[in-house]
Protein backbone atom coordinates (compact mmCIF):
# COMPACT_ATOMS: atom_id res chain seq x y z
CA UNK A 1 0.00 0.00 0.00
CA UNK A 2 1.35 3.40 -1.20
CA UNK A 3 2.14 5.94 1.60
CA UNK A 4 -0.88 8.64 1.83
CA UNK A 5 -0.14 11.96 0.87
CA UNK A 6 -0.69 13.43 4.75
CA UNK A 7 -0.68 11.70 7.47
CA UNK A 8 -1.49 13.66 11.15
CA UNK A 9 -0.87 11.68 14.27
CA UNK A 10 -1.97 12.79 17.49
CA UNK A 11 -2.26 16.47 16.64
CA UNK A 12 -3.25 18.61 19.45
CA UNK A 13 -3.79 22.65 19.32
CA UNK A 14 -4.30 24.84 22.79
CA UNK A 15 -4.72 28.40 22.55
CA UNK A 16 -2.87 29.72 25.58
CA UNK A 17 -4.24 33.52 27.20
CA UNK A 18 -6.08 33.84 30.42
CA UNK A 19 -8.09 31.00 29.63
CA UNK A 20 -6.72 28.30 27.79
CA UNK A 21 -8.63 26.47 25.44
CA UNK A 22 -8.32 23.04 24.01
CA UNK A 23 -9.28 23.09 20.56
CA UNK A 24 -8.15 19.72 19.00
CA UNK A 25 -7.36 16.91 21.11
CA UNK A 26 -5.29 13.56 19.85
CA UNK A 27 -6.56 13.86 16.07
CA UNK A 28 -5.44 11.23 13.84
CA UNK A 29 -6.45 10.82 10.03
CA UNK A 30 -4.45 10.12 6.92
CA UNK A 31 -5.59 11.49 3.50
CA UNK A 32 -4.57 9.47 0.01
CA UNK A 33 -3.53 11.15 -3.23
CA UNK A 34 -6.57 12.10 -5.16
CA UNK A 35 -8.88 11.72 -2.19
CA UNK A 36 -11.50 14.29 -1.04
CA UNK A 37 -12.31 13.79 3.11
CA UNK A 38 -15.27 15.94 4.54
CA UNK A 39 -15.02 17.24 7.87
CA UNK A 40 -18.47 17.46 9.04
CA UNK A 41 -19.50 18.94 12.49
CA UNK A 42 -21.17 22.00 13.57
CA UNK A 43 -19.22 25.15 14.06
CA UNK A 44 -16.57 25.18 17.05
CA UNK A 45 -15.49 21.31 16.74
CA UNK A 46 -12.23 21.84 15.53
CA UNK A 47 -12.99 21.49 11.50
CA UNK A 48 -11.55 25.14 10.68
CA UNK A 49 -8.66 25.09 13.41
CA UNK A 50 -7.55 21.60 11.46
CA UNK A 51 -6.86 23.38 8.41
CA UNK A 52 -5.01 26.22 9.56
CA UNK A 53 -2.85 23.98 11.78
CA UNK A 54 -2.06 21.62 8.62
CA UNK A 55 -1.33 24.97 6.67
CA UNK A 56 0.54 26.91 10.00
CA UNK A 57 -1.40 29.82 10.10
CA UNK A 58 -2.23 29.80 13.91
CA UNK A 59 0.37 32.98 15.48
CA UNK A 60 2.81 30.69 17.38
CA UNK A 61 3.37 32.78 20.52
CA UNK A 62 -0.30 32.18 21.54
CA UNK A 63 -0.81 28.31 20.29
CA UNK A 64 0.41 25.20 21.43
CA UNK A 65 0.78 22.70 19.10
CA UNK A 66 2.04 18.96 19.50
CA UNK A 67 1.66 15.66 17.66
CA UNK A 68 2.76 15.15 13.90
CA UNK A 69 1.61 16.22 10.33
CA UNK A 70 3.32 14.70 7.28
CA UNK A 71 2.90 16.34 4.10
CA UNK A 72 4.16 14.61 1.16
CA UNK A 73 6.88 13.73 3.66
CA UNK A 74 7.30 16.61 5.18
CA UNK A 75 7.71 17.42 9.15
CA UNK A 76 5.03 20.35 8.24
CA UNK A 77 5.29 21.57 12.17
CA UNK A 78 9.26 21.81 11.78
CA UNK A 79 8.86 23.94 8.66
CA UNK A 80 10.39 27.46 9.03
CA UNK A 81 10.26 30.92 6.96
CA UNK A 82 11.06 29.99 3.43
CA UNK A 83 10.54 26.56 3.21
CA UNK A 84 7.22 27.02 5.36
CA UNK A 85 6.54 30.23 2.12
CA UNK A 86 7.09 27.28 -0.49
CA UNK A 87 4.79 25.18 1.33
CA UNK A 88 2.35 27.27 1.36
CA UNK A 89 0.88 27.86 -1.85
CA UNK A 90 2.95 25.46 -3.71
CA UNK A 91 1.92 22.27 -1.87
CA UNK A 92 -1.36 22.79 0.25
CA UNK A 93 -3.43 25.73 -0.67
CA UNK A 94 -6.42 26.96 0.80
CA UNK A 95 -9.89 28.52 -0.57
CA UNK A 96 -11.15 30.41 2.61
CA UNK A 97 -14.90 31.14 3.85
CA UNK A 98 -15.23 34.49 3.21
CA UNK A 99 -13.54 35.64 -0.30
CA UNK A 100 -13.86 39.01 0.26
CA UNK A 101 -11.99 38.99 3.51
CA UNK A 102 -9.33 36.72 1.69
CA UNK A 103 -8.04 39.24 -1.05
CA UNK A 104 -6.58 42.17 -0.76
CA UNK A 105 -9.05 44.99 -1.81
CA UNK A 106 -6.68 47.50 -3.04
CA UNK A 107 -5.13 45.29 -5.88
CA UNK A 108 -6.81 43.43 -8.97
CA UNK A 109 -7.90 39.84 -8.97
CA UNK A 110 -5.31 39.10 -11.71
CA UNK A 111 -2.51 40.99 -9.98
CA UNK A 112 -2.53 38.93 -7.03
CA UNK A 113 -3.09 35.26 -8.58
CA UNK A 114 0.07 36.42 -10.61
CA UNK A 115 1.74 37.73 -7.74
CA UNK A 116 1.37 33.75 -6.23
CA UNK A 117 2.75 32.18 -9.29
CA UNK A 118 5.92 34.63 -9.00
CA UNK A 119 6.23 33.55 -5.61
CA UNK A 120 6.49 30.00 -6.10
CA UNK A 121 7.67 29.91 -9.85
CA UNK A 122 10.53 31.36 -11.81
CA UNK A 123 8.00 33.18 -14.12
CA UNK A 124 8.12 36.44 -15.97
CA UNK A 125 5.24 39.10 -15.46
CA UNK A 126 3.47 38.18 -18.44
CA UNK A 127 4.02 34.35 -17.61
CA UNK A 128 2.35 34.34 -14.74
CA UNK A 129 -0.30 36.97 -15.97
CA UNK A 130 -1.20 34.52 -18.88
CA UNK A 131 -1.35 32.04 -15.73
CA UNK A 132 -3.84 33.93 -13.85
CA UNK A 133 -5.74 34.32 -16.96
CA UNK A 134 -5.60 30.84 -17.75
CA UNK A 135 -6.89 29.60 -14.26
CA UNK A 136 -9.80 32.32 -14.33
CA UNK A 137 -10.99 30.39 -17.77
CA UNK A 138 -10.06 27.36 -16.36
CA UNK A 139 -12.79 28.00 -12.96
CA UNK A 140 -15.10 29.23 -15.62
CA UNK A 141 -15.15 32.88 -14.97
CA UNK A 142 -17.15 34.54 -17.55
CA UNK A 143 -15.76 37.38 -19.70
CA UNK A 144 -12.18 36.06 -17.73
CA UNK A 145 -9.80 38.20 -19.64
CA UNK A 146 -11.92 41.80 -18.38
CA UNK A 147 -12.39 40.37 -14.38
CA UNK A 148 -8.08 39.91 -14.85
CA UNK A 149 -8.18 43.84 -14.01
CA UNK A 150 -11.30 43.81 -11.96
CA UNK A 151 -10.84 44.15 -8.45
CA UNK A 152 -12.18 41.85 -5.41
CA UNK A 153 -15.26 44.63 -5.00
CA UNK A 154 -16.27 44.80 -8.52
CA UNK A 155 -17.17 40.73 -8.20
CA UNK A 156 -20.35 39.31 -7.41
CA UNK A 157 -19.74 36.46 -4.21
CA UNK A 158 -19.88 33.80 -6.61
CA UNK A 159 -17.02 35.42 -8.42
CA UNK A 160 -15.08 36.29 -6.07
CA UNK A 161 -15.26 32.49 -4.70
CA UNK A 162 -14.10 31.28 -8.24
CA UNK A 163 -11.42 33.86 -8.36
CA UNK A 164 -10.59 32.39 -4.43
CA UNK A 165 -10.45 29.02 -6.12
CA UNK A 166 -8.15 30.05 -8.90
CA UNK A 167 -6.27 32.02 -7.05
CA UNK A 168 -5.80 28.92 -4.21
CA UNK A 169 -5.21 26.76 -7.55
CA UNK A 170 -2.64 29.04 -9.43
CA UNK A 171 0.50 26.92 -8.22
CA UNK A 172 -1.07 23.42 -8.67
CA UNK A 173 -1.04 22.53 -5.06
CA UNK A 174 -1.38 18.31 -4.35
CA UNK A 175 -3.64 19.32 -1.53
CA UNK A 176 -6.24 21.92 -1.56
CA UNK A 177 -8.19 22.95 2.17
CA UNK A 178 -12.13 24.26 1.35
CA UNK A 179 -13.09 25.97 4.39
CA UNK A 180 -16.88 26.34 3.93
CA UNK A 181 -16.47 27.86 0.48
CA UNK A 182 -20.13 27.82 -0.02
CA UNK A 183 -21.40 29.65 2.85
CA UNK A 184 -21.46 32.97 1.68
CA UNK A 185 -23.71 31.75 -1.22
CA UNK A 186 -27.28 31.72 -2.55
CA UNK A 187 -28.36 27.73 -3.15
CA UNK A 188 -27.75 27.47 -6.75
CA UNK A 189 -24.24 28.94 -6.69
CA UNK A 190 -23.35 27.11 -4.05
CA UNK A 191 -24.47 23.77 -5.96
CA UNK A 192 -21.99 25.72 -9.17
CA UNK A 193 -19.16 26.13 -6.85
CA UNK A 194 -19.41 22.60 -5.34
CA UNK A 195 -19.72 20.69 -8.72
CA UNK A 196 -17.07 23.19 -9.78
CA UNK A 197 -14.86 22.08 -6.64
CA UNK A 198 -15.24 18.12 -7.44
CA UNK A 199 -14.95 18.55 -11.46
CA UNK A 200 -11.28 20.12 -10.96
CA UNK A 201 -10.12 17.61 -8.28
CA UNK A 202 -11.06 15.09 -10.74
CA UNK A 203 -9.03 16.66 -13.28
CA UNK A 204 -5.89 17.51 -11.28
CA UNK A 205 -5.64 14.31 -8.96
CA UNK A 206 -5.29 17.05 -6.09
CA UNK A 207 -6.40 15.84 -2.87
CA UNK A 208 -9.05 17.91 -1.14
CA UNK A 209 -10.41 18.61 2.69
CA UNK A 210 -13.37 20.07 2.67
CA UNK A 211 -15.17 21.69 5.78
CA UNK A 212 -18.49 21.97 6.08
CA UNK A 213 -21.57 21.50 8.72
CA UNK A 214 -23.85 20.82 5.34
CA UNK A 215 -24.44 17.23 5.41
CA UNK A 216 -25.92 17.64 1.83
CA UNK A 217 -22.74 19.40 0.46
CA UNK A 218 -20.47 16.95 1.80
CA UNK A 219 -22.11 13.85 0.56
CA UNK A 220 -21.67 15.67 -2.57
CA UNK A 221 -17.99 15.97 -2.91
CA UNK A 222 -16.64 13.51 -0.32
CA UNK A 223 -15.43 10.17 -0.67
CA UNK A 224 -14.85 9.78 2.85
CA UNK A 225 -16.14 11.91 5.68
CA UNK A 226 -14.98 12.07 9.29
CA UNK A 227 -17.45 13.54 11.83
CA UNK A 228 -15.82 16.15 14.63
CA UNK A 229 -16.66 16.85 17.96
CA UNK A 230 -15.51 18.41 20.69
CA UNK A 231 -12.10 19.07 18.60
CA UNK A 232 -12.00 15.20 18.06
CA UNK A 233 -12.94 13.28 15.17
CA UNK A 234 -15.98 10.40 16.88
CA UNK A 235 -16.54 8.39 13.39
CA UNK A 236 -15.34 8.30 10.17
CA UNK A 237 -16.18 6.37 7.22
CA UNK A 238 -16.45 6.09 3.08
CA UNK A 239 -19.62 8.29 2.23
CA UNK A 240 -22.23 5.53 1.37
CA UNK A 241 -21.78 3.90 4.68
CA UNK A 242 -21.96 6.46 7.21
CA UNK A 243 -25.04 8.00 5.21
CA UNK A 244 -26.42 4.65 4.98
CA UNK A 245 -25.78 3.32 8.90
CA UNK A 246 -23.99 5.98 10.66
CA UNK A 247 -23.21 4.38 14.49
CA UNK A 248 -21.99 7.29 16.54
CA UNK A 249 -25.47 9.14 17.95
CA UNK A 250 -23.79 12.50 17.42
CA UNK A 251 -23.54 11.49 13.08
CA UNK A 252 -27.05 10.19 13.63
CA UNK A 253 -28.36 13.11 15.04
CA UNK A 254 -26.82 15.08 12.22
CA UNK A 255 -28.71 13.47 9.74
CA UNK A 256 -32.04 12.96 11.34
CA UNK A 257 -31.67 16.64 11.42
CA UNK A 258 -31.71 17.02 7.53
CA UNK A 259 -33.96 18.89 5.71
CA UNK A 260 -35.14 16.43 2.41
CA UNK A 261 -38.17 15.93 0.58
CA UNK A 262 -39.19 12.76 2.89
CA UNK A 263 -39.62 15.35 6.00
CA UNK A 264 -41.72 17.64 4.45
CA UNK A 265 -44.75 18.17 7.23
CA UNK A 266 -43.21 16.41 9.84
CA UNK A 267 -41.21 18.08 13.02
CA UNK A 268 -37.66 17.75 12.18
CA UNK A 269 -35.95 15.83 14.80
CA UNK A 270 -32.81 18.34 16.51
CA UNK A 271 -30.15 17.64 19.05
CA UNK A 272 -30.66 18.67 22.01
CA UNK A 273 -28.23 20.86 24.08
CA UNK A 274 -25.11 23.26 22.63
CA UNK A 275 -21.77 22.09 21.83
CA UNK A 276 -18.91 21.95 24.67
CA UNK A 277 -16.93 24.61 25.68
CA UNK A 278 -13.37 24.04 24.52
CA UNK A 279 -11.92 26.09 27.60
CA UNK A 280 -13.79 23.31 29.81
CA UNK A 281 -14.38 19.91 28.20
CA UNK A 282 -15.46 17.27 30.10
CA UNK A 283 -13.83 14.03 31.28
CA UNK A 284 -15.70 11.73 29.39
CA UNK A 285 -17.14 11.71 25.95
CA UNK A 286 -17.71 15.23 25.33
CA UNK A 287 -20.94 14.33 23.48
CA UNK A 288 -22.42 12.73 26.41
CA UNK A 289 -24.38 15.83 28.10
CA UNK A 290 -26.12 15.99 24.78
CA UNK A 291 -26.27 11.90 23.99
CA UNK A 292 -29.45 10.00 25.18
CA UNK A 293 -27.25 6.79 25.52
CA UNK A 294 -24.58 8.31 27.79
CA UNK A 295 -24.07 5.85 30.78
CA UNK A 296 -21.90 6.92 33.35
CA UNK A 297 -18.68 5.53 31.60
CA UNK A 298 -19.31 7.76 28.68
CA UNK A 299 -19.17 10.78 31.60
CA UNK A 300 -15.72 9.58 33.32
CA UNK A 301 -14.21 8.04 30.41
CA UNK A 302 -12.65 9.84 26.83
CA UNK A 303 -13.36 7.05 24.22
CA UNK A 304 -10.84 6.40 21.84
CA UNK A 305 -10.81 6.84 17.86
CA UNK A 306 -10.40 2.59 16.80
CA UNK A 307 -10.35 1.76 13.77
CA UNK A 308 -11.77 -1.40 11.91
CA UNK A 309 -11.63 -1.33 7.94
CA UNK A 310 -12.91 1.47 6.51
CA UNK A 311 -14.29 2.70 9.41
CA UNK A 312 -13.27 4.55 12.68
CA UNK A 313 -15.40 5.19 15.87
CA UNK A 314 -14.88 6.90 19.30
CA UNK A 315 -18.26 5.62 21.17
CA UNK A 316 -19.08 3.54 24.21
CA UNK A 317 -22.17 2.20 23.04
CA UNK A 318 -22.86 2.70 19.31
CA UNK A 319 -25.57 2.59 17.52
CA UNK A 320 -26.43 -0.89 15.96
CA UNK A 321 -25.67 -1.63 12.16
Known amino acids: MSEPLLSVRGLNVEFTGERPVRALSDLSFDLAAGEVLGLLGESGSGKSVTLRTLLG ?36 SMVFQEPGLAFDPVHTVGAQIAECVRAHEDATHEAARAR ?9 VP ?35 ADEPTTALDATVQMQILLLLRELQRETGMAVIFVTH ?3 AAVEVSDRIAVMYGGRIVEEAPVAALVAVPRHPYGA ?3 ASTVSAASRGRPLPTIAGAPPDLGA ?11 PAASTRCRSEQPALQREGARALACWHPLAD
Open 253 to 255: GLL
Open 281 to 291: LPAGCAYAPRC
Open 214 to 216: DIG
Open 132 to 140: ALQMLERVQ
Open 57 to 92: LHPPRRTRVSGQISVDGQDVLALRGRALQRYRGGVV
Open 143 to 177: QARRRLDAYPHELSGGLRQRAMIALALACRPKLLL
